[in-house]
């Protein structure tokens, strides 16, 4: 039986905050970002795995559910198959190697990819010289062409316009009744097409998404799914603020998360080097 946490709270409401878990119900959807079109994938063993790598990214528990732990996909955070701006793997094949504060160490796109089954999938790692392997990275590969590839902004800077924000769990409830649950159930327990927010199906307490800065990031340019982008950047947060606040599944080695002591404030659960 999975074992649920209860996120540790801050010690006042104001969260000084510095992506998947929220999909919708709706056809409707934000524009993608600039992307190597389907038809350009080419025919022999690259396109072989190209395909492959997007059909096990896409349907990643029914392609590798000893991997999968959850109800959750790959593309149930990373929309429209990774092409949405936020969550985007476009240019991604080029960014690693490279270091990751909550690991401590320069990280392998591979390492990367085994992380997000570890943690969102609440799973198991692939191997990371294996075929399944190869042919997601070969996914993010073909999507990276012909994209002009800049650096990193500096660690979570596309998160720190969240800072300010005071946590709202009860008005998170508001808009959630309002908006969220019409696809992800009265009880976040997901319904078909929408996946679980919480509970022993969702993402565990590792998960980028248990951040509240970053699932509120997600849900204010992606959410509610028929019509993105119409809640206000308060409303994104206390519902993101809501959301986590439910039980979800734990994380074994968690408190070994940012070892250099460098953890975001928003992190839901203490660490051995930050405390």
């Known amino acids: 039986m999975p074992v649920l946490s209860r996120p540790v709270r801050p010690s006042t409401l104001t969260v000084l905050l510095g992506i998947t878990a929220l ?5 409707a959807a934000p524009p993608r970002a600039a992307v190597a079109a389907d038809s350009t994938i080419p025919a022999g063993p690259y396109g072989d795995a190209v395909r492959r790598g997007r059909a096990l990214l896409t349907a990643t528990r029914d392609s590798l559910p000893s991997h999968v732990g959850n109800k959750l996909r790959c593309t149930t955070c990373h929309l429209d198959g990774g092409r949405r701006e936020t969550g985007s793997w476009v240019g ?3 960014r690693y190697p490279q270091y990751r504060a909550r690991s401590g160490a320069v990280e392998t796109i591979e390492y990367r990819v085994n992380d997000c089954f570890r943690r969102s999938m609440n799973g198991t790692a692939l191997d990371p010289a294996g075929a399944d392997m190869r042919d997601i990275v070969a996914y993010f590969a073909f999507l990276s062409r012909g994209v002009t590839v800049s650096p990193p902004a500096g660690p ?3 998160l720190q316009k969240w800072a300010s924000f005071t946590a709202d769990t009860a008005a998170g409830a508001r808009v959630f009744a309002a908006s969220c649950a019409k696809c992800h159930g009265a009880v976040g327990e997901g319904m078909a097409g929408a996946p679980p927010l919480w509970g022993p199906e969702s993402y565990n307490v590792g998960a980028g998404m248990s951040r509240v800065r970053t699932a509120a990031e997600f849900i204010s340019r992606n959410m509610p799914f028929d019509v993105p982008g119409t809640l206000s950047d308060s409303q994104a947060f206390n519902v993101a603020a809501y959301v986590n606040a439910h039980p979800r599944p734990d994380y074994r080695g ?19 080097s930050h405390h």
């Open 254 to 272: 968690k408190e070994n998360d940012w070892p250099n002591g460098d953890p975001p404030p928003d992190v839901a659960y203490p660490t051995r």
């Open 23 to 27: 999909g919708g119900c709706s056809n």
């Open 156 to 158: 979570n800077a596309r």
């Open 92 to 94: 991604v094949f080029a």
